[in-house]
Nanobody, 120 residues
Framework: QVHLVESGGGSVQAGGSLNISCVAS?????MGWFRQGPGKEREGVAVIYAGGFTRYYADSVKGRFTISQDVAKNTLHLQMNTLKPEDTGTYFCAARRAYGCGMRDDFDYWGQGTQVTVSS
């Protein structure tokens, strides 16, 4: 029922920054970003709920990435700084409406992804 559309991906050199966004068709209890690199399994990157009051980050991105949301616009953002080649992958926006929010893989809705490429 919830449609998610990501944007803002691109190519950047190591050390650079990108800000990717996700527009949702409706409000959600929990939203997050996941990524899948070439030949890698999908992994959680950052999750946010309670209007942005509570956030979770993967250890690999903590201190470099910031997740935020504009509740009025049903829009999710991920500011990515000090990018590294290992950050390369397809970034997916996800939403969950069932009770329980965190770094989990059973989100209810998924976007099609936006590509992020970081060169060394």
């Amino acid at each position: 029922q919830v449609h998610l559309v990501e944007s803002g991906g691109g190519s950047v050199q190591a050390g650079g920054s990108l800000n990717i966004s996700c527009v949702a068709s409706d409000s959600n209890y929990c939203m997050g970003w996941f990524r899948q690199g070439p030949g890698k399994e999908r992994e959680g990157v950052a999750v946010i709920y309670a209007g942005g009051f509570t956030r979770y980050y993967a250890d690999s991105v903590k201190g470099r990435f910031t997740i935020s949301q504009d509740v009025a616009k049903n829009t999710l953002h991920l500011q990515m700084n000090t990018l590294k080649p290992e950050d390369t992958g397809t970034y997916f926006c996800a939403a969950r409406r069932a009770y329980g929010c965190g770094m989990r893989d059973d989100f209810d809705y998924w976007g099609q992804g936006t590509q992020v490429t970081v060169s060394s």
